[in-house]
């Protein structure tokens, strides 16, 4: 029975140093403007709850989209575990938009990391095809506290230009075999601004390279598509937001999280509860969503 036993823990042991599991969360939240602001939506109302919600999460590696580099310090102030990579669009410093890639140091090492545009000149701040923004794709090379090694690519692709979304994907590809290489373990999400039914999103889908974590999922909880353009009372089957993975991860769950925050109202009324105890006090307050996009969320085992 002992030999049994003793065989059986070294067989636990040697599966907890072969696997490594992953959250990682890919997330658009939608870059500081004056006129989010007056509408009730600005980073300001909102960071809060967005790195709340994040550090409830716990995600080992978390790919953002249009953050400007106030909005990434605000992250790392009140994330101080996390590091990030990445490049503003517009410059490949600090002007513009990032999609940057925050990783948790405690969990995560990084081992080497770049950028690339989306256009026909990669190596420089450029807008490809017809295309209505410069676009960016980062890319790290990390490896887990277990030694597993792996590429995150997190990227935002354009809104407007057919061509350049199909461009843009083909480059995306040749760029994780170049990079990565074809064996290698990978991540890729993003803001696509395509969804499940579009043709390129099958670029991707039927690559070989990559598997929608979406489909791959053994549970999967996504009441809503990933886009609300700030109203919580919108519902949409469309996911614009991806995350993809090589063929070889284990997708153990996915998730669109819908969390919502209610807005501060000293002047409101309270009322009493339809077969509720006495204490419990309701009021009605403005619901808010934490960006116009929702979280994507998932589990992974590499």
Known sequence: MKKLLSFIATITLSFSVFASELTVVSYNLRYENDWDASAGNGWKQRCKYATDQLLFISPDLFGTQELKVGQVKDILELMPQYSYIGVAREDGKEDGEYSAIFYNRERIKLINSGNFWISETPDRPSKGWDGAC???????????????????????????????????????????????????????????????????????????????????????????????????AHHTQSRIDHIFVSPTIKVDRYGILSDMYWETDASEEHHQGNDAPLEIRLSKRQLRTISDHYPVVVYLEL
Request: glycine share 8%; charged share 20%.
């Open 134 to 232: 410069t676009r960016i794709c980062t890319w790290g090379h990390f490896a887990t506290t277990e030694g597993k090694q792996f590429f995150y690519f997190n990227m935002h692709m354009d809104h407007i230009g057919i061509v350049a979304r199909r461009e843009g994907s083909l480059l995306i590809i040749n760029k994780i075999k170049e990079i990565a290489g074809d064996d290698a373990t990978v991540i890729l999400s993003g803001d696509f601004n395509v969804d499940q039914s579009n043709e390129i999103y099958d670029i991707f889908s039927t690559s070989g390279l990559l598997a929608d974590t979406y489909e791959s999922a053994k549970y999967r909880f996504a009441p809503n598509g990933t886009f609300n353009s700030f109203d919580p």
